[in-house]
C-alpha cells in the first residue's frame, strides 16, 4: 500500500534517517560539493575550513576528523567535501565491513599519500583492527603479523601520510584512545526550518522543481530536521505532482502529496502514530511497558524503541520512564484529544521521575 513503508527493522520507511542503496545514486546528485555549497551546521563548517585551510598552508595533509550525529545530516558530505578541498582521493569503507585485522591492513597499505579515508559507523569496527588503526594515526605504521604461533613474526609496515575520516552516530561508544586520536571533532545537530528550506531550494534546483515559498516551508517542516529526509519528501513531492500534472508546487500541493505518503503535518508517519495511540487511546497514556505497547501496535520492540521512539521523544509527545512509557499533552493535542486531569504526567511520581531518570 502506498505509505505503508514502515519495516520490522525499520527502513522502508519515507521518514527514515538512514539511506538506502537504491537511492544513493539520486544522493550523490544532490551532494554538495564544497564547503561553501554545503548548508546548515555553521559552526562546524567553520572550524572544519579552519583546518582544512591551515593543513593547506602548511602543505600537510589534514588532521584526522571524527564527525558525530544523527544519520541523515551530512557525514558522508562532509568526508567527500574534505577530500575535494584537500584535492586528494577519497576512499570508503564502514565499520561493520572491517572484522579483521588483514581487512584494515589491506586499506592501510593500499593507500596514497594525501588521500582520505573515510569510515563510516567507525564505532563498530572489531577490537582487533581498532587497535591497529591506533598506531596507524598516530605513527603512519601498522605491525602485519605474519604465521602463528610461536613461530609468528611481525614485519613493520610504513604508511604513507594519510587523513582519516571517522563518522559514527554513537559517539559514545568510540574508546577513549581512539576518540582522542582525532585532531578534529565536529558534532552535527538537526536543521532548523529555515535551514531545511535553504537544503530543499538548492535541491529543487538541481532537480528543475518549481515550488513557493509555502511549498519549501511545507516540506520542510515534516522532514524532522534532517535534510536526507527533506530530499526524500522533495522527490515524493516531485512525483505527485508530474502524476498530477501540477506545474508550480505550492503548500496545499507539498501537503496533499506528503499526506497521501502518510506523512503528517509534524513529520510522523503510520507507526509513529500508531504508538501514540495506542498509548493514549488503549493504555489512557500510560506507564504502560515497552513490550506490551509493541504488541499493541503489531510491531517488534526493537522498531518500537529504536525507530518511533527517538523521534517521539525529541518531539516531547512521549517520555520514558522507569514505569513505562507515557504520552506527553502534545500527543493528546496532535491527535486532537482532549488532555485528561487524570493523566499520568500528572502524578508526582512520574514527573519526579521525568525530572531526575529516564530508561
Do not use: C
Amino acid at each position: 500500500m502506498v505509505g505503508d513503508r514502515a519495516s520490522v527493522n525499520g527502513r522502508d520507511r519515507l521518514v527514515d534517517s538512514g539511506s538506502e542503496p537504491d537511492e544513493k545514486t539520486v544522493e550523490a546528485a544532490l551532494r554538495p560539493g564544497t564547503l561553501d555549497d554545503f548548508v546548515g551546521q555553521p559552526r562546524v563548517r567553520r572550524q572544519l575550513g579552519l583546518v582544512l585551510e591551515a593543513s593547506k598552508l602548511r602543505g600537510r595533509t589534514a588532521d584526522h576528523v571524527l564527525l558525530s550525529g544523527p544519520p541523515g545530516l551530512g557525514k558522508t558530505t562532509l568526508a567527500m567535501i574534505i577530500a575535494e578541498e584537500m584535492g586528494a582521493p577519497l576512499r570508503i569503507s564502514s565499520g561493520p565491513a572491517i572484522q579483521h585485522t588483514g581487512d584494515l591492513a589491506a586499506i592501510l597499505s593500499s593507500l596514497t599519500e594525501g588521500e582520505v579515508l573515510f569510515l563510516d559507523e567507525i564505532h563498530r569496527m572489531s577490537r582487533p583492527a581498532e587497535e591497529m588503526l591506533y598506531m596507524a594515526m598516530e605513527d603512519f605504521r601498522v605491525d602485519i603479523v605474519v604465521g602463528k604461533g610461536a613461530g609468528a613474526t611481525s614485519i613493520p609496515l610504513d604508511l604513507p601520510p594519510f587523513t582519516l575520516v571517522g563518522a559514527t552516530t554513537r559517539a559514545g561508544l568510540l574508546p577513549g584512545p581512539l576518540r582522542d586520536r582525532f585532531g578534529f571533532t565536529g558534532h552535527l545537530e538537526f536543521y532548523s526550518v529555515d535551514e531545511l528550506v535553504s537544503v530543499l531550494r538548492r535541491s529543487a534546483g538541481l532537480l528543475d522543481l518549481d515550488l513557493s515559498t509555502e511549498g519549501f516551508q511545507e516540506v520542510a517542516s515534516r522532514s524532522r530536521g534532517t535534510p536526507r529526509i527533506a530530499n526524500r519528501l522533495l522527490r515524493r513531492v516531485r512525483d505527485w505532482a508530474l502524476v498530477h500534472g501540477v506545474s508550480r508546487i505550492d503548500a496545499r500541493a507539498s501537503s496533499s502529496a506528503l499526506e497521501m505518503y502518510e506523512v503528517d503535518s509534524r513529520g510522523l508517519d503510520r507507526l509513529d502514530r500508531g504508538v501514540l495511540e495506542a498509548l493514549v487511546k488503549h493504555f489512557g497514556g500510560g506507564p504502560v511497558g515497552l513490550s506490551t505497547l509493541a504488541i499493541a501496535v503489531g510491531e517488534e520492540t526493537e522498531t518500537v524503541e529504536e525507530v518511533a521512539e527517538p523521534y517521539l521523544v525529541r518531539e516531547g509527545l512521549l517520555a520514558r520512564t522507569p514505569r513505562g512509557r507515557i504520552a506527553m499533552p502534545a500527543a493528546w493535542e496532535h491527535l486532537g484529544l482532549a488532555v485528561p486531569e487524570h493523566a499520568a504526567f500528572g502524578d508526582p511520581a512520574v514527573r519526579q521521575a521525568l525530572d531526575l531518570t529516564e530508561e
